[in-house]
């Protein structure tokens, strides 16, 4: 009995339902705020990974264009147009596919110097691959980087 005498009038240890319920909901939006916050972590990262390879494939194309004597654009010794359109031209082992526009202006900024824009497009996860409608200049509604260059012809 003198366990019983030495806590009545004082509360009774332990949490009250509400007490728990409470920190139950606190607990958990927590939780759901940490796990936004990785799951946008993890997008931005895949986006940030696809345009520094699409990046990287426009500098390419831009590095690989020359001027043969006939005057017409060579790239990696094949001739091209003064613009066009690849779908699904560039593919990388992991399986992103990016397409790639170009334009090239003759005479622009100089008489012996033509303009070449290349624009590289990619797919999205779980989103269709954009097409020649979806990348396009000057205002491409697909993932896309853009890169312009001069080319001098001697």
């Not at 366990?3 to 030495?6: A, Q, S, V």
């Given at each position: 009995?003198l366990?019983?005498?030495?806590w009545?009038?004082?509360?009774k240890?332990?949490?009250t339902?509400?007490?728990?319920?409470?920190?139950?909901?606190?607990?958990?939006?927590?939780?759901?705020?940490?796990?936004?916050?990785?799951?946008l972590?993890v997008?931005t990262?895949?986006?940030?990974?696809?345009?520094s390879?699409?990046?990287?494939?426009?500098?390419d194309?831009?590095?690989?264009v020359?001027?043969?004597?006939?005057e017409s654009?060579?790239?990696?010794g094949?001739?091209?147009?003064?613009?066009?359109?690849?779908?699904?031209?560039?593919?990388?082992?992991?399986?992103?596919?990016?397409?790639?526009r170009?334009e090239?202006?003759?005479?622009v900024p100089?008489?012996?110097?033509?303009?070449v824009?290349v624009?590289?497009?990619?797919?999205e996860?779980?989103?269709?691959?954009?097409?020649?409608?979806?990348?396009?200049?000057?205002?491409p509604?697909?993932?896309?980087?853009?890169?312009?260059?001069?080319v001098?012809?001697?």
């Open positions: 009995m366990c019983r005498e030495k009545e009038g004082r509360a240890p332990g949490f339902l509400v007490e728990v319920l409470v920190a139950v909901v606190v607990a958990a939006s927590v939780l759901l705020a940490f796990f936004g916050v990785q799951a972590g997008r990262r895949a986006h940030a990974r696809l345009a390879a699409a990046l990287d494939h426009a500098a194309f831009l590095d690989q020359s001027v043969s004597e006939g654009l060579m790239v990696s094949e001739a091209i147009s003064e613009s066009g359109f690849v779908e699904n031209g560039i593919k990388t082992g992991s399986g992103p596919v990016f397409s790639r170009w090239i202006e003759k005479g100089g008489p012996h110097l033509w303009t824009r624009l590289v497009c990619w797919r996860p779980r989103k269709p691959q954009p097409t020649a409608e979806h990348c396009r200049f000057p205002e509604s697909a993932p896309h980087v853009a890169l312009e260059g001069v001098y012809r001697p």
